[in-house]
C-alpha cells in the first residue's frame, strides 16, 4: 500500500515539474522583452537616431568631416541589430549544436564589442568638438562662416564652414547636435555592452540546456 503511495507521488511530482520546466515559464515571458529581441531593437533604433542626427550636422555644412558626423556609427549598429534579430529567430538548441546558431552567436558578439568600441570613439570624438565648438568665436564672411578660438593669437587655426548664411548656426545648434551624439552613443555604448555580457554570460555561465536529471523520488530541471 505504502509502495504504490509513493509511486503515485513520484509520477505526481514528476509531471508537476514537467509543468513548471524553463522552456514554459519562458514561453509565458513577453516576446518584445526575450534576449536578443530587445537588445537589438534598442540598437535599431539608437543606430537610426545617431544617423539621422549625423545627416542634420552635414545640412548644417558640407565641410563637416566623417569624424563630426558619425552617420557611419549610426549605419554601423543597424547592421548590428540586423544579425541580432536574425540571431532571434533562430531556434535555440542546447548545447549550441548547430554550426549556424554558433556562428551567428560568435557573430553577434564580436559586433556587439566593435559597437561598444566604435560608440566610445564617437563619444570621444563629440565632446572634443562639442568642447571645441563652445569656445569658438565666428564671423560671417560671404556665404561661409569663419571660427577662431583665440582672437588675439594671430596664428589661431580658422575653421571655414563653407555655405553657412549664419554663425548662429555653428555656435548654437551644431553645439547642440555634438550634446545629443554624446548621449546617444552613450546610450549605444551600454547597450552593446550589455548584448556583448548577455551572450558571454549564455556561452560561458549558466545557461539552460533542457537536461533533465532525475533521482528515486523526484524529477527536478536544473540549469548547467
Avoid at 162 to 184: G, H, R
Amino acid at each position: 500500500m505504502g509502495q504504490g503511495q509513493k509511486g503515485s507521488s513520484d509520477k505526481k511530482q514528476s509531471q508537476k515539474n514537467r509543468d513548471v520546466s524553463p522552456a514554459q515559464e519562458d514561453s509565458k515571458r513577453c516576446r518584445v522583452c526575450r534576449f536578443p529581441l530587445l537588445v537589438a531593437l534598442l540598437q535599431l533604433l539608437l543606430g537610426v537616431a545617431v544617423t539621422a542626427v549625423a545627416f542634420l550636422m552635414l545640412a548644417i555644412s558640407h565641410s563637416l568631416t566623417a569624424r563630426e558626423t558619425p552617420h557611419w556609427a549610426g549605419i554601423i549598429l543597424c547592421l548590428v541589430s540586423i544579425v541580432g534579430f536574425f540571431l532571434y529567430c533562430i531556434t535555440y538548441q542546447p548545447d549550441e549544436r548547430t554550426s549556424t546558431q554558433f556562428i551567428v552567436r560568435l557573430l553577434y558578439f564580436v559586433l556587439c564589442t566593435t559597437g561598444l568600441v566604435i560608440s566610445v570613439l564617437v563619444v570621444a570624438f563629440a565632446g572634443h568638438h562639442h568642447s571645441q565648438a563652445s569656445s569658438f568665436i565666428c564671423r560671417q564672411a560671404e556665404e561661409d562662416c569663419e571660427c577662431v578660438l583665440d582672437l588675439s593669437d594671430p596664428i589661431a587655426r580658422t575653421f571655414n564652414y563653407k555655405e553657412v548664411s549664419d554663425c548662429e548656426a555653428i555656435t548654437s545648434t551644431l553645439t547642440f547636435y555634438y550634446l545629443l551624439q554624446i548621449l546617444l552613443n552613450l546610450a549605444q555604448a551600454v547597450v552593446c555592452a550589455i548584448g556583448a555580457f548577455i551572450m558571454w554570460k549564455h556561452r560561458y555561465q549558466v545557461f539552460f540546456a533542457g537536461i533533465q536529471i532525475s533521482s528515486p523520488s523526484t524529477h527536478q530541471w536544473q540549469n548547467v
